[in-house]
Structures are given as structure tokens and as C-alpha cells.
């Protein structure tokens, strides 16, 4: 993924959103890499609050927990970003045989909850990304 991907995401709940503040941006800074955090799923344009449910655990401190997205939420997020660059990844990962079934992706999407006024652009932006990569 790292060849596409300009930046690092976090999902964190408010804690993590604290406790990672100060490691992120000395991250940034020795890295020359951009993070990004959601707290509690909440994104930009849209909040998808199910993040958790099918991630797998990375590892588990007493103070950290680290979980990475499925492969359907990774292709989930990144197909109603309409960004050029997101839809590399997504193709990135179907050249390496990684493919979600439609009804799962389909099932995911309900879940999404755009901000006021963005409804009807992610529904085209998934509609539209259904039609393409199925």
C-alpha cells in the first residue's frame, strides 16, 4: 500500500486520540510521513462507527491497543473518497487476488452516515464503483 498512500490513518477512540497526539507528530516530523486521525470513526465527509467490528488485532499493551482495518473497510473507505489515488489501492489489492464479495461491501455501506448535504454524492461515488470494479 505504502507506494499509493500519502499519509498513515488512525481510528482512535478519545483516549488514543490524546495518548497518540505527541508520537504522531514526532512521527511526522523524523519520518517526513502524514498521519491522520479519526476519532471514533468520524471522518471528514462521513462517520462509519463499525470500523472495529471485523478489524484484527495487532497488538495489545497495557496502555495501547492496535488493530488493522479488513480488507472490505480498507476498500470500503477508500472507494467513496473519489480520490484517484485510493482507487489504485483498491486495484492494487484486486491484482494481488484480494476481492470483497458485492453484497459485503453492499451490507458495509448502509452503515456509512455522510454529513449533511454529502448523501447523494457517496451514493453515486459507490454506485458508480460497483458498476466499474464488478
Do not use: W
Amino acid at each position: 500500500m505504502q507506494e499509493f498512500s500519502k499519509d498513515i490513518d488512525f481510528i482512535t477512540t478519545e483516549e488514543g486520540h490524546i495518548a497518540l497526539g505527541d508520537i504522531t507528530l514526532k512521527l511526522e516530523k523524523e519520518r517526513n510521513v502524514k498521519i491522520d486521525m479519526f476519532r471514533d470513526g468520524q471522518f471528514p465527509d462521513y462517520r462509519y462507527e463499525d470500523y472495529y467490528l471485523n478489524a484484527t488485532p495487532l497488538f495489545d499493551l497495557s496502555h495501547l491497543k492496535a488493530y488493522t482495518l479488513d480488507y472490505a473497510d480498507i476498500i470500503l473507505t477508500k472507494c467513496i473518497t473519489g480520490r484517484e489515488a485510493d482507487q489504485k489501492v483498491i486495484f492494487d489489492l484486486k491484482s494481488r487476488g484480494i476481492t470483497i464479495p458485492k453484497e459485503e461491501l453492499e451490507k458495509r455501506f448502509k452503515k456509512i452516515i455522510p454529513s449533511k448535504g454529502k448523501e447523494e454524492i457517496f451514493k453515486k461515488r459507490f454506485e458508480n464503483f460497483l458498476r466499474f470494479y464488478y
